[in-house]
């Protein structure tokens, strides 16, 4: 089953989430501020899934999801008492996949952890895509061009993944929104737009090239250059 790490300042908190998650039969690893989640993080590889309290000491939850997003895709749920747009879209921005206000129902919590790991197991498909140097994998959650791996975080892979699939098919930002998000998340657009923004980035060249804006509409992945 899948290992879980939650980390939240508040013993009660983290003992009911811990609970319930142990009665849906998931190994959980609880710690107490955000250095030790970090720390329990390091030493635990496999771990599948972070929830994250964004108020703890030491480090806090964005803290902890940025960090964690240099070197690791896992899925992030954050949990927080702040309900504020802003807080919600800098905690997507730090890296976090998911986002829940306290007080919330341990039952739906746990659902949502569950849409979260299926997400990130996807459905069967074929293994790879290739598109101009860029070869995607879905089987492996790995992107390279021209044999080189590229970085992404979760919620990046999943936009690329969705582009290429239709070269020249525009997408708007509501149903990127939609699609990568989930249609439970009620954030503002501008989420997708610093997503693209960072993807693009990181693919470099082929990103400049292919990874297109088309203004007012949303993204496509365009393969002639000079349309």
Sequence with gaps: MAKIIIAD????????????????NYTVLEAGDGAEALKLFEENPDTDLLILDIMMPEYDGWEVSRKVRETSDVPIMLLTARSQDFDQILGFESGADDYVTKPFSPAVLVKRVEALLRRKAGPSRPNSNDRWGLT??????????????VELTLKEFKILEKLIKTKDRVYSREQLLDDVWGYDYFGDVRTVDSHVARLRTKLGKWGEEHLKTVYGVGYKIQENVND
């Design 9 to 24: 300042d508040e013993q009660l908190i983290r003992k009911l989430v811990s609970d319930f998650l142990k009665n849906e």
């Design 136 to 149: 995607i994998d879905t089987d492996a959650h790995e992107v390279r061009i021209d044999g080189k791996i």
